[in-house]
T-cell receptor
Framework: AQSVTQLGSHVSVSEGALVLLRCNYS??????LFWYVQYPNQGLQLLLK??????LVKGINGFEAEFKKSETSFHLTKPSAHMSDAAEYFC??????????????FGRGTQLTVWP | DAGVTQSPTHLIKTRGQHVTLRCSPI?????VSWYQQVLGQGPQFIFQ???????GRGNFPDRFSARQFPNYSSELNVNALLLGDSALYLC??????????????FGQGTRLTVV
């Protein structure tokens, strides 16, 4: 079974500070992992994904995440927060590698607030 | 290229009514999935369709149904609406359902309010 836990429903940082959003997953198969961002009243936008290969993946808007199998983690980071980063962030795992389904299992989300 | 488009963007329905939500996937994408996002939670999988056939169903009651058309667009239908059905309904598309490594491309959603 697949599941995602996002630690911290709310994270607040100052503009220019490091952003760290935590995600731990559970998967019965080698996972595909994703981070999505959701701005108010909008759908989900893919930030980055891990499938195979390099464990440090870079995404849009300066975000990156590192897949750590031993820790079952996929934390999202950004060295310097910008006001425009304020949004809700969702970690997701694809539950059906090799199957024909490919459904996504999402965490509950982390609301990021950036203070000026 | 147009992304995933959903209609309507907002609607308000009364308990007991029926609602139909519509989704057009990205051109070339043949698989459509539906997710429900209740306020304060992550999206929950409802259905996946591919080539007009249901390929997967989440833990939702039979009041929820969907279908996919030859042009790969899709409709989500909910009967006998309950207050708890109030949510953002998201449609996602990908080329084929087996391409799990793609993740999925989401539309902006339909905000359904049941009163």
């Amino acid at each position: 079974a697949q599941s995602v836990t996002q630690l911290g429903s709310h994270v607040s940082v100052s503009e220019g500070a490091l952003v760290l959003l935590r995600c731990n997953y559970s998967s019965s198969v080698p996972p595909y992992l994703f981070w999505y961002v959701q701005y108010p009243n909008q759908g989900l936008q893919l930030l980055l994904k891990y499938t195979t290969g390099a464990t440090l993946v870079k995404g849009i808007n300066g975000f990156e995440a590192e897949f750590k199998k031993s820790e079952t983690s996929f934390h999202l980071t950004k060295p310097s927060a910008h006001m425009s980063d304020a949004a809700e962030y969702f970690c997701a795992v694809s539950g059906d590698r090799g199957s024909t389904l490919g459904r996504l299992y999402f965490g509950r989300g982390t609301q990021l607030t950036v203070w000026p | 290229d147009a992304g995933v488009t959903q209609s309507p963007t907002h609607l308000i329905k009364t308990r007991g009514q029926h609602v139909t939500l519509r989704c057009s996937p990205i051109s070339g994408h043949k698989s459509v999935s539906w997710y429900q996002q209740v306020l304060g939670q992550g999206p929950q999988f409802i259905f996946q369709y591919y080539e007009k056939e249901e390929r997967g169903r989440g833990n939702f009651p039979d009041r929820f149904s969907a279908r996919q058309f030859p042009n790969y667009s899709s409709e989500l239908n909910v009967n006998a609406l309950l207050l708890g059905d109030s949510a953002l309904y998201l449609c996602a598309s990908r080329t084929t359902p087996g391409q799990g490594q793609e993740g999925a491309f989401f539309g902006q959603g339909t905000r359904l309010t049941v009163v």
